[in-house]
């Protein structure tokens, strides 16, 4: 099946520092690829999603320039968490489609002290 | 509003039983349908698609859809203890890139 990588796996940070995640599409081009975040025993919570060549578009109640996302190439997208505060601490996971199917990194678990 | 919803259970099942998982959908023009598994702290792995009305079977998984009734559901044949897990609904949202998740339903499979 498609493969899509997603690093830094794990990342702790102090609160105010910026943390960048990076998601590749490793064997496909993926137009569109998505932004979640997943609290414990809940369900995934879209964030952004983000077209290649193109402003991402985020959903209500996410702030863009908190999130910033990047989508450089059909096969690269990043996601930059500025200023990072404890409240930020959660699973991020990103999602490419590959245009039949949604195939997910992943993950990505932030901890701000 | 576009909504997916699953019982969040959990369900139990005993071992080697079959277990039945629903998910209903509120987009009538929603085409692609998909059953996601997470394992707690894990991201979601793909299991199963389905396009079309009726039956599709991948092994121990069978996908069922029903676009009249708006319902998807997986059963899973002879159902293991590694089959615990979260199984996500995913649907896609008519007339965009999007996906709509449902909650998940939490399968516990008793050895």
């Known amino acids: 099946g498609a493969v899509v990588s997603q690093h830094p796996s794990w990342v702790i940070c102090k609160s105010g520092t910026s943390v960048k995640i990076e998601c590749r599409s490793l064997?496909?081009?993926?137009?569109?690829m998505f932004w979640y975040r997943q609290f414990p025993k809940q369900s995934l919570m879209l964030m952004a999603t983000?077209?290649?060549?193109?402003?991402?578009?985020?959903e209500q109640g996410v702030e863009k320039d908190k999130f910033l996302i990047n989508h450089a190439s059909l096969t690269l997208s990043t996601l930059t968490v500025t200023s990072a505060h404890p409240e930020d601490s959660s699973f991020y996971i990103c999602?490419?489609?590959?245009?039949?199917?949604?195939?997910f990194g992943s993950g990505t678990q932030l901890s701000v002290l | 509003q576009k909504e997916v919803e699953q019982n969040s259970g959990p369900l139990s099942v005993p071992e080697g039983a079959i277990a039945s998982l629903n998910c209903t959908y509120s987009d009538r023009g929603s085409q692609s349908f998909f059953w996601y598994r997470q394992y707690s702290g894990k991201s979601p792995e793909l299991i199963m698609f389905?396009?079309?009305?009726g039956d599709k079977e991948d092994g121990r998984f069978t996908a069922q859809l029903n676009k009249a009734s708006q319902y998807v559901s997986l059963l899973i044949r002879d159902s293991q203890p590694s089959d615990s897990a979260t199984y996500l609904c995913?649907?896609?949202?008519?007339?965009?890139?999007?996906?709509?998740f449902g909650t998940g339903t939490r399968l516990k499979v008793l050895a």
């Open positions: 064997d496909f081009q993926a137009t569109t």
């Open positions: 983000s077209n290649e060549g193109s402003k991402a578009t985020y």
């Open positions: 999602s490419a489609d590959s245009g039949e199917k949604l195939f």
């Open positions: 995913a649907v896609d949202v008519s007339g965009t890139y999007k996906y709509i």
């Open positions: 389905i396009y079309s009305n």
